[in-house]
């Protein structure tokens, strides 16, 4: 039995590991992303006002997808360190 829990709690590791990378990227190419909408705006303020009030509802929902990913992201990392803690991996 405890074989079995070992194979699991390993196949569970290896695949938190592969979404935490996954996570990872998506995360990083956003705040690529915001960050070069930021410099692009950075002389067009009046634009970038207009163009923000008429997206509000859009960005809002792309908020609160990004911090919800932001969220899964932590609680992955988490649930790795756990993970490994239970196998008795904490030298990685």
């Known amino acids: ?19 935490k ?8 190419h956003r ?6 909408k930021r ?9 970038n006002l207009i163009l ?3 997206f509000l509802p859009y960005n809002t929902i792309k908020y609160f997808i990004y911090r919800c990913d932001r969220h899964k992201f932590e609680m992955i ?4 360190q756990m993970l490994k803690k239970v196998r008795g991996d904490d030298d990685e």
Do not use: C, H, S, V
Request: hydrophobic share 40%; glycine share 2%.
């Open 1 to 19: 039995m405890r074989n079995n829990l070992d194979e699991i709690i390993k196949e569970r590791l290896e695949n938190r590991i592969l979404w």
């Open 39 to 47: 410099k692009f705006y950075e002389n067009k303020p009046i634009l």
């Open 21 to 28: 990378n996954y996570l990872g990227w998506l995360l990083t």
């Open 52 to 54: 923000k009030l008429y």
């Open 77 to 80: 990392e988490t649930e790795i």
């Open 31 to 36: 705040d690529l992303q915001i960050q070069a």
